[in-house]
């Protein structure tokens, strides 16, 4: 059975008593994207995904940049737009894509996985063929992450709860909803061939025996898969009063994360509902003291930074702060100094190369790459390991006024019911 965690959150005076030690260093990559929402590798090159809908090709070595695709028929803004890409896991043979978008049909807005064919590697995709498609009840906590699970076949889906504030329809808590979980599906088959929004099969070893791998997010904020374990890691940017970290181990499922009834560690404040029974408690969280909208990163699997080898790197959207935990959400360490000589950095989002080296992705354009080692006197953060809070995820607003516009801040965790707010419309890049 899971156990609800009852760890001390992270509060702003124990981080005031814990100065990072940990010394590393960040330089510029590169510059002028607009509205960068991910980033990802394969052999000497980076694919930057733009909220537009726009992928750029970036060569590592030499910095140039060339077109690779622009995604038709999505709307964007605010939280809505390109929000996710992965290449199918045989790429060099089919020529696959998949993206998370958002467009609108009819009025109504939906998210859809679609999957592109491009045949040959140099020119744009075809017409694409929409993989999963869900109606959203509103244009905020639209999520956004998908990659392909270490089998090569089932693709992760990481979707918020539908938006407004306080989950209204209570979609996070629904196994019979799509919203506000992480999905699992298998596309190479199709399972449902009469339905044209459903050309996926269900993996027989799914929990529920439907779509849904893990449950109870609000509005998840970057995914990432560790290369080495198979971990699966979630930030979830929350509404008024914590953000957070959230991790399934692997060959685990079925994870019930908490909202709405849990926010973090705590009841989330005037809602009232019972807590589950045997709720999954964040690795990590943190409250508005500290930071206002989570951007979850990666395991650091790369070679440029022996000390940050094996170490979960994320950030605040908001406040531009940039931690790293072990992966089991101790040992917290304080890297922001590294950002320091690039002024507010609004963290939009981390990305991998083909050789698990880290990026980070500024909301205004910026791409920068962690350089040299770490120190290793790693020291007084060591006291926080007991406190396995989670991060706060960023806020719609923020966003907005980063770049994402005040719709974007709203997108991740706004503080009022509106659109754009904290409670998860205006707090992150799309939230």
Known sequence: MRILSVAMPLSAAILAATPATAAISVSSFSSGFSQPVFLTGRANDLFVVQQGGVIE??????????????????????????LGFAFDPKYGVNGRIYV?????????LFTEIR???????????????????????????????IDFARDGRSLLIATGDGGSGNDPQNNAQNRNSLLGKVLRIDV??????????????????????????????????????????????????????????????????GQNFGWRPLEGPI??????????????????SYDHSIGRSVTGGYVFRGTRNADLFGRYIFGDFITGKLWS???????????????????SVNIASFGEDANRNLYILGYDGRILRFNNSLSSARTAQSSIAAFNS??????????????????GLALRRRPAD???QKSGENRQPPD
């Open 57 to 82: 090709r970036v060569n590592r070595s030499t910095r140039a940049r060339t077109p690779f695709f622009t995604v038709p028929n999505i709307e964007s803004g605010g939280e809505k737009g390109l």
């Open 100 to 108: 998370n978008v958002t467009t609108r049909v009819n009025g109504q």
């Open 115 to 145: 999957r592109y064919t491009i045949p040959s590697l140099r020119v744009a995709p075809a017409d694409p063929q929409v993989i999963l498609r869900i109606a959203q009840p509103f244009d905020n906590h639209n999520g956004g992450w």
């Open 188 to 253: 190479s088959r199709d399972g449902f061939p009469a339905d044209p929004d459903r050309n996926y099969a269900i993996p027989a070893d799914n929990p529920f025996g439907n779509e849904v791998y893990a449950y109870g997010l609000r509005n998840p904020w970057r995914g990432s898969i560790d290369r080495t374990t198979g971990d699966i890691f979630v930030g979830d940017v929350g509404q008024g009063a914590y953000e957070e970290i959230n991790r399934l181990v692997a060959g685990s499922s």
């Open 267 to 284: 009841p989330t404040p005037g809602i009232g509902d019972p807590i589950p029974a045997g709720t999954t408690a964040p690795i990590f």
């Open 325 to 343: 935990i072990s992966p089991t959400g101790s040992d917290l360490q304080d890297l922001t100094s590294a950002l320091a000589p690039f002024g």
């Open 390 to 407: 989670a991060v706060p995820e960023p806020t719609s607003w923020a966003l907005m006024l980063t770049g994402f516009g005040l719709i």
């Open 418 to 420: 509106t659109p754009a």
